[in-house]
């Protein structure tokens, strides 16, 4: 079961109703779905020319440089915050007596529209885009979901760099 920000969800319910074509940021990440990494499931991640463990390489470092305030040490919670009950500090609650709070990460909104808008351009030109069927196409929307519209070298450019503005972090240590 996977939790988004707004208690348990079918991730792919919640795609058909979010948006009208799959949709993900980087192939990796799902807004509303915070510290949610995604190797290898997420949409347009495929190569039909390449090796499918760079891709997934590509992913996990592209994963790793973004979340590295995630899994900073003082960002990770004990085996006893993670547990229920106990006693008041070891159950996840500060001095004050406020719970307390995990960080995260989730891309905005905007931005995995943007990606997805830019995947189905690009998409146009392929002869998959055509009336002759691939099992590249998402039955429900018709929309090229599968494959990644450009080089193994452009999908490494594009997992290389994280574009800050286009993330929501939320909670990172006041230090960091």
């Known amino acids: 079961m996977i939790f988004g920000r707004d208690g348990v969800r079918d991730i792919n319910t919640y795609l058909s109703q979010e948006y009208k074509e799959p949709s993900t940021y980087r192939s990796t990440m799902i807004t509303d779905f915070p510290n949610l990494f995604m190797v290898m499931t997420g949409f347009?991640?495929?190569?039909?020319?390449?090796?499918?463990?760079?891709?997934?390489?590509?992913q996990i470092e592209w994963t790793i440089r973004t979340g590295r305030d995630l899994f900073d040490e003082r960002s990770r919670p004990s085996k006893a915050q993670l547990e229920f009950g106990g006693?008041?500090?070891?159950?996840?609650?500060?001095?004050?007596?406020?719970?307390?709070?995990?960080?995260?990460?989730?891309?905005?909104?905007?931005?995995?529209?943007?990606?997805?808008?830019?995947?189905?351009?690009?998409?146009?030109?392929?002869?998959?885009?055509?009336?002759?069927?691939?099992?590249?196409v998402d039955p429900s929307s018709?929309?090229?979901?599968?494959?990644?519209?450009?080089?193994?070298?452009?999908?490494?450019?594009?997992?290389?760099?994280?574009?800050?503005d286009d993330l929501l972090y939320r909670d990172l240590p006041q230090d960091m």
């Open 44 to 58: 347009n991640v495929g190569a039909g020319h390449s090796s499918i463990v760079y891709t997934a390489e590509c």
């Open 87 to 136: 006693e008041t500090e070891r159950a996840g609650v500060d001095a004050s007596g406020s719970r307390k709070r995990f960080p995260w990460i989730e891309p905005k909104r905007e931005a995995q529209v943007k990606e997805m808008l830019w995947f189905q351009e690009k998409m146009q030109d392929f002869v998959f885009s055509g009336a002759c069927g691939a099992w590249y």
């Open 142 to 164: 018709g929309a090229l979901a599968a494959i990644y519209p450009g080089s193994q070298v452009d999908f490494w450019r594009w997992a290389r760099f994280s574009v800050h």
